[in-house]
C-alpha cells in the first residue's frame, strides 16, 4: 500500500492550493483518513480529519478556510486550503486508516508529505 500526497507549493497570502492524496495497493476498505502538518521546528499536528462516510473534524485553526472531502470510489482525500496564512507553512502529511483484506486489521498509513508554503 502507498499514500502519496501531491499539490503543495508557494503561495501568497490569501492565495489557495488544493492537496491530494491518493491511496493505491492492496486495498480492500480505508477508513479514517486525515492531514497532518509539521511546520519547522514544531511537532506534527492534526489539521483535519474525514470518515469514511464523510464526517469532519477541524482544529479551530483552520476551521471555514480548509475543507477536506474524499472520493472513496477513487482511493483518494483532498484538502481544499483558502485564506492562506504564513502560518500555514508545514510539510502536510496524509494520515489513512486502511484495511487490506477482509478480515485483516487495520493499519495506518502515512505520506512521504507536501510542502506548503504561504509568503506574507
Known amino acids: 500500500v502507498q499514500v502519496v500526497e501531491s499539490g503543495g507549493g508557494l503561495v501568497q497570502a490569501g492565495g489557495f492550493l488544493r492537496l491530494s492524496c491518493a491511496a493505491s495497493?492492496?486495498?480492500?476498505?480505508?477508513?479514517?483518513m486525515g492531514w497532518y502538518r509539521q511546520a519547522p521546528g514544531k511537532q506534527r499536528e492534526l489539521v483535519t480529519t474525514i470518515t469514511r462516510d464523510g464526517r469532519v473534524f477541524d482544529v479551530d485553526s483552520v476551521k471555514g478556510r480548509f475543507t477536506v472531502s474524499r472520493d472513496n470510489a477513487k482511493n483518494t482525500m483532498y484538502l481544499q486550503m483558502t485564506s492562506l496564512k504564513p502560518e500555514d507553512t508545514a510539510v502536510y502529511y496524509c494520515h489513512a486508516n486502511i484495511q487490506t483484506t477482509m478480515r485483516g486489521p487495520r493499519n495506518v498509513y502515512w505520506g512521504q508529505g507536501t510542502q506548503v508554503t504561504v509568503s506574507s
Open positions: 495497493g492492496s486495498i480492500f476498505n480505508i477508513f479514517d
